[in-house]
C-alpha cells in the first residue's frame, strides 16, 4: 500500500525511534518532509515512499 494512514510526526530532528522489546533501537531520519501532511496521505515522491517502506519494513506481521 503506497498511502500514509496515519502521519508520523516530523519532529525530533525530522525523524523517527522505533524501539523493540529486546531493547535495541532503529533510528531513522525521515527523507520528505511530513509536516504538512494531511492525516490520510498518498506517497508523495520517491524519497516519501523510500520512508514509507523504511517504516513498513519493521512492523510486525500479524
Known amino acids: ?34 509536516a504538512k501532511m494531511a492525516l490520510r496521505s498518498p506517497v508523495q515522491g520517491k524519497e516519501d515512499l523510500q520512508d514509507l517502506r523504511w517504516l513498513q519494513e519493521r512492523l510486525p506481521d500479524l
Open 1 to 34: 500500500m503506497n498511502e500514509w494512514i496515519s502521519i508520523p510526526s516530523d519532529r525530533h530532528a525530522q525523524g523517527a525511534n522505533l524501539s523493540y522489546v529486546d531493547g535495541h533501537v532503529d533510528q531513522h531520519r525521515w527523507r520528505h518532509p511530513k
